[in-house]
């Protein structure tokens, strides 16, 4: 076992183990949306979970990081709060924030974060831009509401680890990326039906079974 120090707080943890879930399974919280232990490598996508490692300049995303030698951790750092906070801002300026008909209001990973970096969900000084479809229906189980997604990819992900053949990707490019199903109808109506994994796993909302869409 290694001992390193994050916030003057000393855990222990394997060589080669992930800096970001070490940490979480410490009870350091650090902020993340994309952040699975199986997943690897990691997407590192959300750009939230930044540290500061002392030697390494600038920040980096915790996520990407292996633990080796006695290092030296900074999560609550002006350079790290900066950066995270700028990242959630960007992310909350392409969402839909109308989190009273969210099935996933008061249990969301965007309103915790928020709240934990000490920001406002409707950031006033970038301008709103939604996607023009507010909700994709074409799924025989699942509604995908684009202007919640975050694009974590953790549907994507527990989707390919449950079946054979996955049901979920990414389409897509830059602000126009979404979370789309492949497959006939039947075959998905099938697999998706007794699975859901997709919309469990979800940290916003975006996936909703079509009994409990609103």
């Not at 800096?19 to 959300?46: D, R, V």
């Not at 950031?123 to 709103?128: E, T, Y």
């Not at 939604?130 to 202007?147: A, F």
């Not at 996955?166 to 007794?194: E, I, N, S, W």
Request: aromatic content about 4%.
């Amino acid at each position: 076992m290694i001992k390193l120090t994050v916030d003057n707080t000393e855990i222990e943890a394997e060589p080669g183990a992930n800096l970001l879930h070490t940490c979480l399974e410490s009870g350091i919280y650090i902020p993340n949306l994309c952040h699975l232990k199986e997943m690897s490598p990691a997407p590192a996508s959300c750009r939230l979970c930044f540290v500061e490692i002392e030697g390494m300049d600038p920040p980096v995303a915790s996520c990407t990081i292996r633990i080796w030698g006695s290092m030296q951790i900074h999560t609550d750092t002006p350079a790290v709060r900066r950066l995270q906070k700028s990242a959630l801002q960007l992310l909350l300026s392409v969402h839909d924030v109308d989190c009273k008909p969210c099935p996933a209001n008061r249990k969301c990973a965007l309103q915790d974060i928020a709240k934990f970096l000490k920001i406002g969900l409707k950031p006033k000084h970038l301008q709103k831009q939604l996607k023009e479809t507010r909700v994709v229906e074409e799924h025989p189980c699942l509604d995908y509401y684009p202007n919640r997604c975050v694009l974590c990819g953790k549907c994507v992900y527990v989707c390919r680890q449950q079946h054979d053949l996955p049901m979920l990707a990414f389409a897509g490019r830059g602000f126009d990326t979404v979370v789309t199903a492949f497959g006939g109808a039947k075959k998905t109506r099938d697999a998706c039906g007794l699975c859901l994994a997709c919309s469990a796993i979800c940290p916003v909302g975006a996936l909703i079974p079509k009994a409990e869409a609103t």
